[in-house]
Nanobody
């Protein structure tokens, strides 16, 4: 059973930065596709970013591209999300997710493809 724990959420002013981390245990982390999703108040959970296990290639939602960077450290079983130029619309609970194996490009942002989820960490961006 894979367990995911997120760290690094908090309160930040608009224009600021935060770095989220997710620590994985209980599985073969290096073989997992890892993703970040978020859920804003009153909205459905949405895709933010993902990183493949095979080649480290990344994919981003249009709303965060150029501002957020996802990375992974297979030696430490961690995945990070560096968030810059934050705005109030980024306020949400951010979730780390893992899929065993590889996903084709068209499935990278599909929540149902990810078998394991963290408990989430709150990010609040103030004006």
């Amino acid at each position: 059973q894979v367990q995911l724990v997120e760290f690094g959420g908090g309160l930040v002013q608009a224009g600021g930065s935060l770095r989220l981390s997710c620590a994985a245990s209980g599985g073969s982390f290096s073989s997992y596709t890892m993703g970040w999703f978020r859920q804003a108040p009153g909205k459905e959970r949405e895709f933010v970013a993902t990183i493949r296990s095979s080649d480290g290639s990344t994919s981003y939602a249009g709303s965060v591209k150029g501002r957020f960077t996802i990375s992974r450290d297979n030696a430490k079983n961690t995945v990070a999300l560096q968030m810059n130029s934050l705005n109030p619309e980024d306020t949400a609970v951010y979730y780390c997710a893992a899929h065993r194996g590889r996903l084709i490009s068209s499935r990278l942002g599909i929540q149902d493809e990810y078998e394991y989820w963290g408990q989430g960490t709150q990010v609040t961006v103030s004006t």
